[in-house]
Structures are given as structure tokens and as C-alpha cells.
């Protein structure tokens, strides 16, 4: 299907035989990635920038929130990974011209740093290129 702003008529009197079709090897949904201590560090693949509809606590209201999408594997396990922190989706948006979908990262968790321009702490992290072999 073409993505358009078009409405699309889907035949259901023709669709496809799903006994045979293959899932994805990568849940859609995945994990929201809250780091609990300083320190914690994951080996990701980057897939990519996607803006999601959160729901903001403080107001009810829902709001665009900007994420970083990882992909995972953990003894083959291939899983989503996701993080909405300022500063880490900054990074990636600072460098998406020198950084693609499969590139490797290790990235950690340094704990709350104090912003210089307002008296909030947001999150801090180490984001280091892995070199794959």
C-alpha cells in the first residue's frame, strides 16, 4: 500500500494466505528504556529517529515525544529498544547525517546532571561508536 494522504480501499474479499507468512524478527512495540542506576550500559543497533504520541503526566494531555529506536540482540534474542531523553535523542540528531540504520552504539547511563540554564536535571550518557568485527 502506498502511504498517501489518499484513502486506501483494502479488498478483504482477496487477501493473502497468512499460514505461511514469516513474523518479523523484531516485536513492534519493544521496550521503553528507563536506565535505574548510573552505570547501566547496552549494546544497541540505532535504527532510527520516530516521533511517538506519549501522554503527558503532569497535564493528561498527549504530546509528540521524539525517540531514539534500538534494536537489541541478546543471545539471539533480537529485541526494540527505545529512549525519549533529551539529550540522547540530541546526539542522534546532532550526527544522523554521520550515523545509519545498523550502526552500533554503546551507550551508558551517567545518572541526572544539573541544566545550565534552568534549575531541572536531565539525563546524561556516553555514547560510544562500537567498531563491529
Do not use: C
Not at 494522504?5 to 499460514?19: E, I, M, Q, S
Not at 523484531?26 to 506519549?54: D, I
Not at 539529550?87 to 545518572?111: C, H, M, N, W
Amino acid at each position: 500500500m502506498e502511504a498517501t494522504n489518499a484513502v486506501v480501499k483494502v479488498d478483504f474479499n482477496h487477501l493473502p494466505d497468512l499460514t505461511q507468512a514469516e513474523p518479523e524478527p523484531v516485536e513492534l512495540s519493544g521496550e521503553y528504556w528507563t536506565p535505574e542506576q548510573e552505570g547501566e550500559t547496552r549494546r544497541l543497533f540505532f535504527v532510527g529517529l520516530n516521533v511517538e504520541s506519549v501522554v503527558d503526566m503532569e497535564s493528561g494531555e498527549s504530546r509528540d515525544l521524539l525517540v531514539a529506536q534500538f534494536v537489541e540482540n541478546i543471545n539471539g534474542e533480537v529485541r526494540a529498544v527505545r529512549n525519549g531523553s533529551r539529550r540522547l535523542v540530541g546526539l542522534f540528531e546532532a550526527f544522523q547525517s554521520s550515523i545509519k540504520p545498523g550502526d552500533a552504539f554503546e551507550i551508558t547511563y551517567l545518572g541526572k546532571k544539573k541544566n545550565k540554564n534552568n534549575g531541572y536535571k536531565s539525563d546524561n550518557w556516553s555514547v560510544k561508536r562500537l567498531i563491529v568485527k
